[in-house]
């Protein structure tokens, strides 16, 4: 997994009104999981995907994208990324993973046979990572942990969910301040008090340590706690909505 930039994140999070107001919360502390390489590049675009940010840094604007095209939705597609825990809901199919990736190559600035990825009028962006659930799965790795015999076999004794929250304890606590969290169906393999377990820890790492998370997700225990910001993109696929902004009518109780 490389190194981070060295870039600052937007700051004037702390004061922001959807900020709650409680102690922080201690984390669970667990044995060290060393870092796992970083998901496979995923293309789907091609070299006229384009990405803007506004000067504020709190808006995606997404020129140009094949794939979101494809599924009918409307040119230029606007993501309100203002909210600290913002998830992607809808069916399958509907372009969730398709944003998550092409918001995570273009804070990279990624570009991959011949594919660009980019954001234009860039301001200072936050360090970014990828959680992709289905490639981050230890067990798909155990050469990793040829000199770690005890994790070794702790991973291939305990269950798929029960190594995986483990995963979750040590990797995203370990990662700096002011990230921008990125997750690829987090629930998976995770039962319904893991996944409320999940929910506490991402919203710790928002109160402790100002990141900034966006998560593709089916889970309804994610989907309806108050904590998050829903952005339904069944609501705009298929439909030729213009002048759209995805996640100012997401639903949120925070105040």
């Known amino acids: 997994m490389g190194r981070w930039p060295d870039l600052a994140f937007a700051q004037g999070r702390r004061s922001q009104p959807w900020r709650r107001a409680h102690r922080p919360r201690q984390l669970l502390q667990h044995r060290f999981l060393p870092p796992l390489p ?6 789907f675009a091609t ?3 384009i990405l803007e940010s506004d000067p504020s840094g709190m808006f995606l604007k997404i020129l140009a994208h094949p794939v979101l095209v494809n599924l009918n939705f409307h040119m230029p597609l606007i993501v309100d990324l203002r909210h600290p825990l913002i998830l992607l809901t809808g069916e399958n ?4 993973s398709t944003l998550l990736h092409s918001i995570y190559y273009a804070m990279r600035g990624e570009e991959v046979d011949g594919y660009i990825y980019r954001v234009e009028n860039k301001v200072e962006s936050p360090r970014v990572f990828l959680f992709d659930a289905e490639h981050h799965n230890p067990r798909m790795h155990l050469e990793l942990f040829q000199n ?3 994790m070794r076999e702790f991973i291939q004794l305990a269950s ?3 190594v995986m929250l483990s995963l979750f304890r040590e990797t995203f606590p370990a990662l700096p301040e002011g990230t921008m969290l990125l997750l690829d169906e987090p629930e998976m393999a995770l039962s319904v008090s893991n996944q409320r377990r999940i929910l506490k820890m991402l919203m710790e790492l928002v109160d402790q340590k100002n990141f900034r998370i966006i998560c593709a997700t089916h889970s309804p225990v994610l989907i ?4 998050t910001y829903v952005i339904n993109l069944d609501n705009y ?3 030729n909505i213009p002048d759209a902004t995805l996640g100012v009518e997401g639903s949120s109780t925070i105040q």
């Open 224 to 227: 309806d706690a108050p904590e």
């Open 38 to 43: 970083a998901p496979p590049l995923k293309v």
């Open 237 to 239: 696929i298929n439909r």
């Open 93 to 96: 199919g509907c372009g969730k």
């Open 160 to 162: 798929h969910g029960q």
């Open 47 to 49: 070299p006229a995907a």
């Open 148 to 150: 770690n015999p005890q």
